[in-house]
């Protein structure tokens, strides 16, 4: 069982930045990929960021590249959503989610995903 808790969220700036945390309980967490997600008013989920176990791959969606960093910590069982010139099409509620397997693939969607947090609003104003 793995417990995700995300912090980090809030009201900034169009050209500003924020930090997300995803804090995890549990052993499986540093052995698998994680994820982010975000779900904006009206909209679907859509895939933001996955990393590997280790850190050494990250995959980002186009709409992002450039601008957000996804690291991890697993000495400290967790993970970080760095999100630099933020603009007001990136406000939603941003979910991190933990695989318990391992694919060769980049896990892109929802239901490659075995634990998620309860989300963290992200407000950026134009």
């Known amino acids: 069982q793995v417990q995700l808790v995300e912090s980090g969220g809030g009201l900034v700036q169009a050209g500003g930045s924020l930090r997300l945390s995803c804090a995890a309980s549990?052993?499986?967490?540093?052995?698998?990929?994680m994820g982010w997600f975000r779900q904006a008013p009206g909209k679907e989920r859509e895939f933001v960021a996955t990393?590997?176990?280790?850190?050494?791959?990250?995959y980002y969606a186009e709409s992002v590249k450039g601008r957000f960093a996804i690291s991890r910590d697993n000495a400290k069982n967790t993970g970080y959503l760095q999100m630099n010139s933020l603009k007001p099409g990136d406000t939603a509620v941003y979910y991190c989610?933990?695989?318990?397997?391992?694919?060769?693939?980049?896990?892109?969607?929802?239901?490659?995903?075995?634990?998620w947090g309860q989300g963290t609003q992200v407000t950026v104003s134009s």
């Open positions: 989610a933990s695989r318990t397997s391992y694919t060769i693939f980049w896990p892109l969607v929802s239901d490659e995903y075995d634990y």
């Open positions: 549990g052993r499986t967490f540093s052995s698998y990929a």
């Open positions: 990393i590997t176990w280790s850190g050494g791959g990250t």
